[in-house]
């Protein structure tokens, strides 16, 4: 059974720094992708991040690019999303996902586990 367990989430000011982590556990796959999604109030659920099984590759939305940064040591590791100079506008649940396969999808219907979600707040 595939369990992803975020951690880490918080209220923070504008400027401020978090670190997301997702512990996954049950994971099969020779080869997966791990990914964080976030999804605020009357919106739908948005691409953050992807690395793959061993981290050495990443994809980000762009309007987090420089700011966040996905990473996992290895395979038996946490994945954990750093964000950085936090926004009002990263207010939102934050997802963490898995699927088996090589590529970094951005889109959450490609995802087969889902973890419960972390609340990240940053006032302004």
């Known amino acids: 059974q595939v369990q992803l367990v975020e951690s880490g989430g918080g209220l923070v000011q504008a400027g401020g720094s978090l670190r997301l982590s997702c512990a996954a556990s049950g994971l099969t796959f020779s080869t997966y992708v791990m990914a964080w999604f976030r999804q605020a109030p009357g919106k739908e659920r948005e691409f953050v991040a992807a690395c793959n099984w061993s981290g050495d590759r990443t994809y980000y939305l762009d309007s987090v690019k420089g700011r966040f940064t996905i990473s996992r040591d290895n395979a038996n590791k946490p994945v954990y999303l750093q964000m950085n100079t936090l926004k009002p506008e990263d207010t939102a649940v934050y997802y963490c996902?898995?699927?088996?396969?090589?590529?970094?999808?951005?889109?959450?219907?490609?995802?087969?586990?889902w973890g419960q979600g972390t609340q990240v707040t940053v006032s302004s």
């Open positions: 996902a898995a699927r088996g396969d090589l590529y970094l999808s951005p889109r959450a219907y490609d995802y087969d586990y």
